[in-house]
Each structure stands twice: as structure tokens, then as C-alpha cells.
């Protein structure tokens, strides 16, 4: 599977495809959705904003002249605005090849919580794409070859500055006892993975001709980092890489032909940092079994959604 250097050009021609990507109004999911464009695909994406997601129509229509783009309204953390979005979503399209789990926010200042009250990163990063996914899972088993990958960091687990080692916190989901932020932050970039290898599973269990994979950017200059504080600003400018680089391992996942699902891309330099997307490992956590489907079981629960297969 290693290549040197793979980039965009490495991307195949994905003309005719279904492209749903959230959190695509910066960042990251701007950088995917515009080279997804140059690529062919027709892409959806779900946007808090509408003004700020026809800005962003046109930034992408600036660089890509012929791109086919789509706004559609939905707050990743608001169960009831993924519900809306789901339903109008299949009412509009029979198919769906691509669906890039991304949005994401990091290390909030305060404990916030969701309209349906969990913490917010979990909220967002965790539960809304696991609501997400499966309301589309009709659409998703109807489209052959049709991928899920979902955006962790490399945060889930130990290092990188975190001397704790993350968990799912089942008994203090919502860290009722006590706000830790970055202890927030990694039980749901955990989730994650956790989440993405138990539905590859439950995928092939079922005989559904999908796969689900996973990627992280290691350290990527974005607004993610926006509440991190005045320390991370500096990294940012003095060792994040730019967004180009840190949009090819999701790109990578999204797009590398022959892959039989579960795996993982992310840069391989200065401790996954920086560098070009490969095959890496995640924490032994994210592959336990046991709290995949326990995670699975409390998902479905708190978001009322039992997914069919």
C-alpha cells in the first residue's frame, strides 16, 4: 500500500459519484470538497449557514469552474436538524457513494451542551454523524461500493501532550463530575474509530457491499484550533502543516481503489504530525470489540435511532 508521496493527482476520476461531506464551509472538508469537484463528484453539503455555504459554493466555482455543489441546511449536533436533513436528503437522491463524516470542534473553552443536552464535542463530532449515517444506511446499502469514513485525530489516543490515556467515559458521558475539555475531546475522537471499525464490522456481518474507513490530519493548521489558545496560534504559523496536506489522508481514505474497509490513513512524520497520508495504526483501545458495541448500544440510545441492517 505505501506510496511515495501520494497526493491529489493520485485521486481517480470520480465522475458519476455522490459526494456528501459535512463540515465543508472551512478547513479540511473545503479542501476535500474542492478537490472532490476537480475530481468529477457531485457534492452535497450540509451547512449551518446558508449565506456562508453559498460564499462558499463560489470560492469553489472560483478555482473549480465546472464543479456541481449543493447546499443543504443541518446542524451536525442537532438530532432534529439531521432528522430534516436525512429525510430531504433521500427524497432527493437515490444514491449515495461518498460520505465523509468531517465536521468537527475542538477543545471548547466551557462546557457547552447540545440542544438535546450532551457535551458538545461529543455531540458533534460523535453522535450526529452516528445519527447521520444511520438514516442514510438505506440509501448507503442501495449504492454499491459506497464508503463511510469518518474524520478522528490523533489525539485519540496517549501522547502528543496528553499524559491520560483516553476512554469512553460511560458512567460521566457528558463530564457531569467535573469539565475536562481535552479528556472531551479524545473520548470522542475514540468514538470515532470505535465507531467506524464496529459499522465495517456489522457491514460485512450483514453482506453489504459498503466499507467504512477512517482518517486523521495530524497537525493541521485549521479554525478547529480556533478556542486552543494563544500557544496553539503560534504552532500553528510555526508547525502545522497547511490544509492541502492535511485534507489527503480523509482523501486518501475516501478514494484509494481496493480497500476491504477499516483502515486508517494519516500522516507518518514527527510522530504522525506531518507528512503524506499512509496506513497507520490506531490506539489498541479503538480496537476493542467489546466497547465498540457498547458504544454502539448507549449511541443508539441516546440518539433514538436503531440502525437496520
Same mark, same amino acid.
Given at each position: 500500500?505505501a506510496?511515495s508521496?501520494?497526493?491529489?493527482?493520485?485521486?481517480?476520476?470520480q465522475q458519476?459519484?455522490?459526494?456528501l461531506?459535512?463540515?465543508?464551509?472551512s478547513?479540511?472538508g473545503l479542501?476535500?470538497?474542492t478537490?472532490? #469537484?476537480?475530481?468529477?463528484?457531485?457534492i452535497?453539503l450540509?451547512v449551518?449557514n446558508?449565506?456562508?455555504?453559498?460564499r462558499?459554493?463560489?470560492?469553489i466555482? %472560483?478555482?473549480?469552474? &465546472?464543479a456541481d455543489?449543493t447546499?443543504?441546511? +443541518?446542524?451536525?449536533?442537532?438530532?432534529d #436538524?439531521?432528522?430534516?436533513? *436525512? *429525510?430531504?436528503?433521500?427524497k432527493?437522491?437515490?444514491?449515495l457513494?461518498?460520505l465523509?463524516?468531517?465536521?468537527g470542534?475542538m477543545?471548547?473553552?466551557?462546557?457547552e451542551?447540545?440542544k %438535546?443536552?450532551?457535551?458538545? %464535542?461529543?455531540a458533534?463530532?460523535h /453522535?450526529g454523524?452516528?445519527?447521520?449515517?444511520?438514516?442514510l444506511?438505506? $440509501?448507503?446499502? &442501495?449504492?454499491?461500493?459506497?464508503?463511510v469514513?469518518t474524520?478522528?485525530?490523533v489525539l485519540?489516543?496517549?501522547?502528543?501532550?496528553q499524559?491520560?490515556?483516553?476512554?469512553i467515559y460511560?458512567?460521566? /458521558?457528558?463530564? &457531569?463530575?467535573?469539565?475536562?475539555?481535552?479528556k472531551?475531546? *479524545? %473520548?470522542s475522537?475514540?468514538?470515532?474509530?470505535l465507531f467506524t471499525?464496529e459499522?465495517?464490522r456489522r $457491514?460485512?456481518?450483514?453482506?453489504?457491499n459498503s466499507?467504512a474507513t477512517?482518517?486523521?490530519?495530524?497537525y493541521?493548521?485549521?479554525?478547529?484550533?480556533k478556542d486552543?489558545?494563544?500557544?496553539?496560534?503560534? +504552532?500553528?504559523?510555526?508547525?502545522?502543516?497547511?490544509?492541502d496536506m492535511g *485534507?489527503?489522508?480523509? $482523501?486518501r481514505?475516501?478514494?484509494e481503489?481496493? $480497500?476491504?474497509?477499516?483502515?486508517?490513513?494519516?500522516?507518518?512524520k514527527?510522530?504522525? +504530525?506531518?507528512g503524506y497520508?499512509e496506513l497507520v495504526r490506531? &490506539?489498541?483501545? #479503538?480496537?476493542d470489540?467489546?466497547l465498540?458495541?457498547k458504544?454502539?448500544?448507549? #449511541?443508539?440510545? /441516546?440518539t433514538?435511532?436503531?440502525y437496520?441492517?
Open positions: 500500500m506510496t508521496n501520494w497526493t491529489k493527482e493520485n485521486i481517480p476520476s458519476g459519484k455522490t459526494v461531506i459535512t463540515g465543508a464551509t478547513g479540511i479542501e476535500a470538497a478537490v472532490l #469537484s476537480e475530481k468529477g463528484a457531485k452535497i450540509p449551518r446558508l449565506d456562508k455555504g453559498n462558499v459554493i463560489q470560492q466555482k %472560483q478555482k473549480v469552474k &465546472s455543489l447546499i443543504m441546511k +443541518m446542524d451536525i449536533a442537532d438530532f #436538524s439531521v432528522r430534516l436533513f *436525512a *429525510a430531504e436528503f433521500t432527493k437522491y437515490s444514491k457513494d461518498l465523509l463524516n468531517n465536521a470542534i477543545w471548547t473553552p466551557q462546557k451542551l447540545s %438535546q443536552g450532551q457535551e458538545s %464535542q461529543f458533534t463530532n /453522535l454523524h452516528f445519527l447521520l449515517t444511520g438514516l444506511l438505506p $440509501l448507503l446499502k &442501495s449504492t454499491p461500493y459506497c464508503r469514513i474524520q478522528s485525530s485519540h489516543k496517549k501522547g502528543q501532550g499524559n491520560f490515556e483516553p476512554t460511560f458512567d460521566d /458521558l457528558n463530564f &457531569s463530575n467535573g469539565f475536562d475539555t481535552k472531551a475531546y *479524545a %473520548q475522537k475514540l468514538a470515532n474509530l471499525y459499522l465495517d $457491514l460485512k456481518n450483514a453482506q453489504v466499507i477512517a482518517a486523521h490530519p495530524g493541521t493548521a485549521t479554525n478547529l484550533q486552543a489558545g494563544f500557544m496553539m496560534k503560534v +504552532m500553528n504559523v510555526l508547525i502545522a502543516q497547511k490544509v *485534507a489527503l489522508p480523509i $482523501l481514505a475516501a478514494t481503489p481496493n $480497500l476491504k474497509g477499516a483502515e486508517y490513513f494519516g500522516p507518518t514527527m510522530n504522525e +504530525m506531518k497520508p490506531s &490506539s489498541d483501545t #479503538s480496537y470489540k467489546n465498540a458495541k458504544l454502539w448500544e448507549i #449511541s443508539e440510545k /441516546l433514538n435511532h436503531t437496520e441492517f
